[in-house]
């Protein structure tokens, strides 16, 4: 993907020091547990050289795509009428990617930086921040879960999430918090996994009983031998139109951006603006009604959800 970046910022002030907000009922107790060794483990590899990216991988690892993503998130959002500004919360934050990023758009005045894990807010955050020179000023890390948050009825312009909403145990109840913390205007611009609708329940199924591999469970503290699966871990799956349906069930209007990324135009494509011609095609779709739209991505399994609270 291609073209458009962050500003370098001009400073980078001091981190404040996490908050605490109060959790909700759907909170697993072994999922904190788990992120706190996850955590230790990984600051242990920085500890000796390794990179933070190489460390996590995942989110950490693909910092620039999920900028790029993030960039033509403002681009898109810019060309149909509703810019991103004011308050930002990055929910289920883990290592703070999307804070980071957040932070670095000069209309995006404050970011809530919102993570269950203690350790993942006071110890992992601050790596990534420095190393991907984020507005840390502009950032208040909490401990929180992202069903309940501590903020006033109608005050952020946005909330972001990377990978985080799937592990809602009542989806229903994380999106109408977010409704409610909102203002009228305001988006969710989450990016998460979504499957085709004709995958059945059986196949979603499958992949949460798939065992956890033994380098994560080896992050988590999980003993090797024990069956240890996707969906004990608190994940869930959801198909292309349950992700709609769930948003537009809390208040949302919602849209997605699937990702095409197809290999053997690669050559030709990556030569090309493709991505921000994409993302205008994307625009001018929505602006004319469509709600399932295509752009040129990294990630076919991820989509880019658009939800307005009208």
Known sequence: MQQETTRPPASSGALKDPVYWSTSEFVRQEAVSGMANRASFELD??????????????????????????????????KVGLPMRGQAADLGSGTGVAACILSRFDTIDRVWAVEISEPFVRDVMPVVFNENQARQEKIQRVVGDFSRLEVADNSLGV??????????????????????????????????????DHTT???????????????????????????FTRRDWGEHEYTLRQWLEAFS???????????????????????????????????????????KLWIYGFAPTRVTFIAVKR
């Open 159 to 196: 909330i972001a999430e990377i990978d985080s909403f799937h592990h809602s145990e009542s989806l229903n109840v994380t999106l109408k918090e977010c409704w409610r913390a909102l203002r009228p205007g305001g988006v969710i611009a989450a990016i998460d996994r979504a499957w085709p």
């Open 249 to 291: 069930q809390a208040g949302f209007d919602a849209a997605a951006l699937q990702q095409y990324h197809p290999p053997a135009l690669n050559s030709i494509l990556l030569k090309l603006p493709t991505f921000n011609l994409s993302i205008n095609q994307a625009a001018l779709g929505y602006r004319l009604g469509g709600r």
């Open 45 to 78: 590899q920085v500890s000796e050289g390794v990179d933070i990216g190489k460390a996590h991988g995942e989110t950490a690892g693909r910092y620039r795509q999920y900028e790029q993503l993030y960039l033509g998130v403002r681009r898109f959002l810019r």
């Open 201 to 227: 329940q059986a196949q979603l199924d499958a992949m949460l009983d798939k065992e956890f591999p033994d380098h994560m469970k080896t992050k988590y503290n999980i003993p090797l031998s024990a069956r």
